[in-house]
């Protein structure tokens, strides 16, 4: 049986069991809120927070995963990203005060940047030949500048409607995001041929959406 880690619940977690429906994977509800079963292919559902996915698939508690890609990238867990799903859309940028004049990178140099993905944002920085105080949060990232304990952010943003009733501006997109599918980097050969019927149907899907 091949086990899938998909979000319990947040963002993505109604495009995910669409996306199994929409492949004709029907799934049991079952009581256990951490796991369920399909009734009609041989897989097995993990809900779990998306933090964890990644982790959790490069473990073998899971064999594959519906996860952003800014997730994994953040993680950098022994992962493979299989295919994009199509969903899940968002940009990781880095936003400051509206008020504030900004001209380029340069204007991050000696500044606090707060933020949940200080790996990406410190690759980002390294690029730029930019020093930065990265401040790690794990949530309401884009009230940091106003109550005084970042200059900068950098957030996960869809419509920018977040940024703006904070009275930020978004300046620098550093990473283009959508949920994909991961599988472990060594699935037996039955689990392979258990994800490339999966594959084939979500590939037949995406198809049908265009
Ligand atoms: P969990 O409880 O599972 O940790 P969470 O609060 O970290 O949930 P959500 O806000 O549900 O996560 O976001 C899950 C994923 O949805 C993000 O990692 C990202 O890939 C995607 N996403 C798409 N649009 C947005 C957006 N506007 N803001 C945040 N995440 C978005
Ligand atoms: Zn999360």
């Given at each position: 049986?091949?086990?899938?880690?998909?979000?319990?619940?947040?963002?993505?977690?109604?495009?995910?069991?669409?996306?199994?429906?929409?492949?004709?994977?029907?799934?049991?509800?079952?009581?256990?809120?951490?796991?369920?079963?399909?009734?009609?292919?041989?897989?097995?559902?993990?809900?779990?927070?998306?933090?964890?996915?990644?982790?959790?698939?490069?473990?073998?508690?899971?064999?594959?995963?519906?996860?952003g890609?800014n997730?994994?990238?953040e993680?950098?867990?022994?992962?493979?990203?299989?295919?994009?799903?199509?969903?899940?859309?968002c940009r990781l940028s880095i936003a400051v005060?509206?008020?504030?004049?900004?001209?380029?990178?340069?204007?991050?140099?000696?500044?606090?940047i707060a933020t949940s993905y200080p790996?990406l944002v410190?690759?980002f920085?390294?690029?730029?030949?930019?020093?930065?105080?990265i401040h790690e949060i794990s949530g309401s990232v884009e009230i940091a500048p106003?109550?005084?304990?970042a200059?900068a952010i950098c957030d996960l943003v869809s419509s920018g409607s977040t940024l703006f009733m904070n009275?930020l501006k978004e300046v620098e997109t550093i990473l283009?995001s959508?949920?994909?599918?991961?599988?472990?980097?060594?699935?037996?050969?039955?689990?392979?041929?258990?994800?490339?019927?999966?594959?084939?149907?979500?590939?037949?899907?995406?198809?049908?959406?265009?």
């Open positions: 049986m091949l086990k899938l880690a998909i979000q319990k619940s947040g963002r993505l977690h109604d495009d995910s069991m669409r996306l199994l429906k929409e492949c004709g994977i029907d799934i049991s509800n079952g009581v256990n809120k951490l796991k369920a079963e399909a009734t009609n292919f041989p897989l097995e559902l993990y809900f779990l927070r998306d933090d964890d996915i990644p982790q959790y698939v490069e473990d073998n508690v899971a064999d594959i995963g519906f996860v890609e997730v994994v990238f993680k950098a867990k022994k992962n493979t990203i299989v295919e994009k799903l199509g969903f899940g859309k005060a509206r008020n504030e004049e900004y001209t380029g990178t340069a204007f991050l140099q000696g500044k606090k790996v410190k690759s920085l390294d690029k730029n030949g930019v020093e930065a105080e106003g109550i005084g304990l200059d009275g283009q959508q949920a994909v599918l991961i599988r472990n980097n060594e699935l037996q050969p039955e689990k392979m041929k258990l994800l490339e019927r999966l594959l084939f149907r979500i590939q037949s899907v995406k198809k049908a959406r265009n």
